[in-house]
Nanobody, 120 residues
Framework: VQLQASGGGLVQAGGSLRLSCEAS????????MSWYRQAPGKQRELVAT???????NYADSVKGRFTISRDNAKNTSYLQMNNLEREDTAVYYC???????????????WGQGTLVTVSS
């Protein structure tokens, strides 16, 4: 089971980016899917979470600018980031709390990071 994150890049302040995170492998079900970020010299922080039925939770710093969504048929989560600020510059990581098909064990899987750089 693995997660593949994509969509990072360089964008000017005020611009938008859309990150994707696709889970693949022996997956029975996926519960929560989240995005975290880690800026240089700072600890990793939670950005947004979405659970199976669609309820969402956001960090105060991104409320009103970022939107998390998911496509359960594709085992994919998305993070739409609008009105980006320089302070959003970070490596963004996705994770998923999922049940492995063969073992029925709940695991938290992390994807590789994708770099988002916001220039002024």
């Amino acid at each position: 089971v693995q997660l593949q994150a994509s969509g990072g890049g360089l964008v000017q302040a005020g611009g938008s980016l859309r990150l994707s995170c696709e889970a693949s492998g022996n997956i029975f079900s996926i519960n929560a899917m989240s995005w975290y970020r880690q800026a240089p010299g700072k600890q990793r922080e939670l950005v947004a979470t979405i659970v199976t039925r669609g309820s969402t939770n956001y960090a105060d710093s991104v409320k009103g600018r970022f939107t998390i969504s998911r496509d359960n048929a594709k085992n994919t989560s998305y993070l739409q980031m609008n009105n980006l600020e320089r302070e959003d510059t970070a490596v963004y990581y996705c994770n998923a709390d999922l049940v492995v098909l063969t073992t029925k064990v709940l695991k938290r899987i992390w994807g590789q990071g994708t770099l988002v750089t916001v220039s002024s």
